[in-house]
Structure formats: structure tokens, C-alpha cells
């Protein structure tokens, strides 16, 4: 990965938001790597030498490092701290390093956004990784009865939660994740493996055909047809199809018609055009992905 400073950081800074200590070790795949989209994997490893991206853009990378460093400090000394162990599967050496194991307990730092638990837009994915780090480490011996998120909550605001009670009462949360029973755990990572393994040998430009990342991959917002009234700012309803909001118009506001049953044009449908936010603003191989260069031309 090479990095540009855009903003000028200091030279400090700059040196502290490009040391990344994170390695999978000597196994073929990580954790990490199996939960990401097959293409993103592959493009990621055939033009590593050639990613560029902003010191910016790690910014918040920081944070993370240093509550794992402070929290490691302080696990009990009997505890597992960034332990790595590997499982086999399809013949790939499979890693996983956990941040805390102590009494049958898997736990996982994560500094997030206090958003993240309101819509528990996460909660898939970090119960996913930590069932594939308790089989790791049942095969390699060890009994695993629990699985936890540490979230510290980066933009928690304490009026937000006095405010409301679905919001995080606290800015640190403890997070039980489902633990699935073994059986289940090797299926999931066998057919991760099996996926990935397939697009190993696939050309950059077929990656898309095969193995292209699906709406949820890409963090997919659809494109929506919001009804607005003249002088209201926010929308009367939002569709997601712009007849529907003609429809609308034409069934339920009757204020927008004359008596002649012409349109006094109070209400306008105007389209929200959707986003790929993965892709347009967090994928470092997007300048290689046959998929996004279709999307940008209407074509994905």
C-alpha cells in the first residue's frame, strides 16, 4: 500500500496512521480476508504493490490500535491476547487471532460509531467472525462456551441517550453474540472457503462475471423517489419506484389539483439516485474492479 498526505499531516502523524502491525501470519487465508467479497480478496492481493489511498482515510485507525494495546495490558495474566491459531480446510491454512480469550470467553474490541448498534448494521458480521475464531480454536483444543463485543462507541453523545432509550446508554457496551454449535461453524467456513478458493485462478476482468459483490457486499443504497411539497423541506413519503410516487401524487393530494383537475405543481417527485458506498468510498480496489468501471457507466 503506498499513502499520500493530502492535508499535510505531520510528519508524527503520518508515520503513526501508516504502521500497520496486522499480518496473517504464514496461513494462506485470515478471518478477516474469508468475511471480505472474493473479488475485493483477490484484487487486493494481485495489486498490492500498486493501492494508493490517503493517510486521512486511517484516521480513526488510532483510536483502535490504542484501546486494544491499552486493554491487552489489562487482560488477566492467565488470559489469551492476540493469540493466532490456524485450522485447515479445502488444504488452505486458515488464521485467526482473537484480541482476548479468558475462561471459555472469546472477546473482540471494536471502536465504532454509536450508529452501528442503533442499526445493528454489524452485528452479522462480527457474529460470523467470531464463530469462525471459536472453531479455530476448539480444533486446536480449546473449549469456547461465550463470545463477546467490547464496542467503545467513538461518537457516543449523552444527551442522544437521555434522549432516547433505543440509543446506547453508555459509551462502552458489552455485546453477546450467538454461539453457534461446531457443525454449523465448519459449514459456514467451508463454504466461505469454497468460494474463495474459485476465484484464486479467475483473470481480474472475468472477477465480475462470477464473483461479483451482492448489494449487501457493496453496502448498496437503492436509488429512492422522494414526493416533495413546496415549502416542506423534508419529504411527504419516499418510494422506491417513481411511479409509485407519481401515483401518490395523483391518488392522495388532492391540494395539488384545480378544479379543472390540472396540476397546481405543489408537489414534484424527485429522484434520490442510489450508491454503492462500499465501493465509491471505502474500497481501495475499485480502480481495478471490473464491477465498479461497469457502475460508473450505468452498466452494474
Known amino acids: 500500500m503506498n499513502y499520500t498526505n493530502?492535508?499535510?499531516?505531520?510528519?508524527?502523524?503520518f508515520k503513526a496512521l501508516t504502521r500497520d502491525e496486522y499480518t496473517k501470519g504464514d496461513g494462506d487465508y485470515s478471518v478477516t480476508e474469508i468475511l471480505q467479497p472474493p473479488q475485493m480478496v483477490q484484487l487486493k492481493r494481485r495489486h498490492a504493490d500498486e493501492l494508493t489511498e490517503d493517510?486521512?482515510?486511517?484516521c480513526w485507525s488510532i483510536f483502535g490500535r490504542a484501546a486494544h494495546s491499552i486493554l491487552e495490558a489489562h487482560s488477566p495474566e492467565e488470559a489469551l491476547s492476540e493469540e493466532r491459531l490456524y485450522v485447515d480446510c479445502l488444504d488452505r491454512k486458515i488464521g485467526g487471532q482473537v484480541d482476548n480469550y479468558h475462561a471459555g470467553?472469546?472477546?473482540?474490541?471494536?471502536?465504532?460509531?454509536?450508529?452501528?448498534l442503533v442499526y445493528g448494521s454489524r452485528v452479522k458480521e462480527w457474529e460470523e467472525q467470531l464463530n469462525l475464531y471459536a472453531y479455530i480454536f476448539r480444533q486446536n483444543g480449546y473449549t469456547v462456551d461465550r463470545l463477546q463485543i467490547i464496542a467503545i462507541l467513538r461518537d457516543w453523545d449523552k444527551n442522544k441517550a437521555l434522549a432516547s432509550a433505543t440509543y446506547p446508554q453508555t459509551p462502552i457496551q458489552?455485546?453477546?453474540?450467538?454461539?453457534?454449535?461446531?457443525?454449523k461453524q465448519f459449514n459456514f467456513l467451508q463454504e466461505k472457503m469454497f468460494v474463495h478458493i474459485g476465484a484464486e485462478d479467475i483473470p481480474d476482468e472475468d472477477l465480475s462475471i462470477g464473483f461479483r459483490c451482492m448489494p449487501d457486499e457493496v453496502w448498496e443504497q437503492p436509488t429512492k423517489y422522494a414526493v416533495m411539497k413546496e415549502g416542506r423541506k423534508s419529504a411527504v413519503r419516499v418510494f422506491d419506484s417513481g411511479g409509485d410516487a407519481e401515483d401518490y401524487i395523483l391518488d392522495s393530494c388532492p391540494d395539488n389539483w384545480d378544479s379543472d383537475g390540472h396540476s397546481k405543481d405543489i408537489y414534484q417527485v424527485v429522484k434520490r439516485p442510489g450508491k454503492k458506498t462500499r465501493c465509491s468510498d471505502y474500497c481501495s480496489v475499485r480502480g481495478f474492479c471490473q464491477q465498479y468501471k461497469d457502475y460508473l457507466k450505468g452498466e452494474s
Open 6 to 13: 493530502l492535508y499535510g499531516l505531520p510528519e508524527a502523524v
Open 55 to 58: 493517510v486521512m482515510d486511517n
Open 174 to 183: 458489552v455485546i453477546p453474540l450467538t454461539l453457534w454449535d461446531e457443525e
Open 105 to 116: 470467553t472469546i472477546t473482540d474490541y471494536k471502536v465504532t460509531s454509536a450508529w452501528t
